[in-house]
């Protein structure tokens, strides 16, 4: 279901709880807020009104990536860039990695997997926007 995007800086500065395989509703609710919103590209829970550590993103070819209980175990290449966000008016310039790599929760057959990969570039700055939602950090 396509939700409305949330701008209460209570709700997107609030540290989010983890994730469980329940909550796979709210990861098809990002995705189709995502898909409804003109070049989105990323969307974390909280964004939505949801205080729950889900993220989505779309990859190069428009398929949406599901990320629940992210973490950024280590990165490499740190450069500052401005970044946009879809819930926030203001360019923010930020420090990102070109190179991460994630540790994060799948869900397969109703239950988490645990699953550890590096991402590179544009793929991995979403990712850590996303990972920034989900502590509750404002950039």
């Not at 398929?63 to 290449?77: A, D, E, F, K, T």
């Not at 008016?89 to 190179?99: I, L, M, P």
């Amino acid at each position: 279901m396509i939700k409305e995007l949330v701008r209460d800086e209570a709700i997107l500065s609030a540290r989010c709880e983890k994730a469980t395989p329940e909550d796979a509703a709210v990861a098809q609710d990002l995705i189709d807020t995502l898909r409804a919103i003109e070049d989105g590209a990323c969307l974390a829970a909280n964004q939505i009104g949801v205080t729950k550590q889900v993220a989505v993103y779309f990859d190069d070819d428009q398929q949406p990536h599901v990320l629940y209980n992210p973490r950024v175990m280590m990165g490499l290449g740190a450069a500052r860039v401005e970044e946009g966000c879809l819930t926030r008016d203001e360019v923010s310039k930020v420090t990102r990695y070109g190179k991460i790599k994630l540790c994060f929760d799948e869900l397969v057959d109703g239950a988490f997997r645990q699953r550890k990969r590096d991402y590179v570039g544009w793929e991995a700055q979403m990712i850590q926007h996303m990972v920034d939602h989900c502590a509750g950090r404002l950039i």
